[in-house]
Nanobody
Framework: VQLQASGGGLVQAGGSLRLSCAAS????????WGWFRQPPGEEHEFVAA????????SYADSVKGRFTISRDDAKNTVYLQMESLKPEDTAVYYC???????????????????????WGQGTQVTVSS
């Protein structure tokens, strides 16, 4: 499967953005999904995940209550809706797919980067103060 991330941009603090991860080659319903980010000069970090079934989600504490991960099977796309953005949300955001049915989102949140099967190319999000 190939992943195309989009939707990043420059936004003021308090604003919103919606990131998209369009999949081609296989249905998004066959995978668990995650969003990760890498702030400038920092390590790659987990942001959000949704399980293969869609039944469970998991979020980093820093985004809980502000970000929402979702999946649209008809559009074969996974989204990350980001609200109340803060300057510390500035990062390159990546989507990733996990070919492991039955893995709960809370487990996906702890999986290292090399355990994920497919990655999108990244989209820049910049939040100004």
């Amino acid at each position: 499967v190939q992943l195309q991330a989009s939707g990043g941009g420059l936004v003021q603090a308090g604003g919103s953005l919606r990131l998209s991860c369009a999949a081609s080659g296989r249905a998004v319903s066959h995978y668990g999904w995650g969003w990760f980010r890498q702030p400038p000069g920092e390590e790659h970090e987990f942001v959000a995940a949704v399980s293969w079934s869609g039944a469970t989600t998991s979020y980093a504490d820093s985004v809980k209550g502000r970000f929402t991960i979702s999946r649209d099977d008809a559009k074969n796309t996974v989204y990350l809706q980001m609200e109340s953005l803060k300057p510390e949300d500035t990062a390159v955001y990546y989507c990733a797919a996990l070919d492991s049915p039955g893995t709960a989102a809370i487990v996906m949140a702890t999986m290292p980067r090399d355990k994920w099967d497919y990655w999108g190319q990244g989209t820049q999000v910049t939040v100004s103060s």
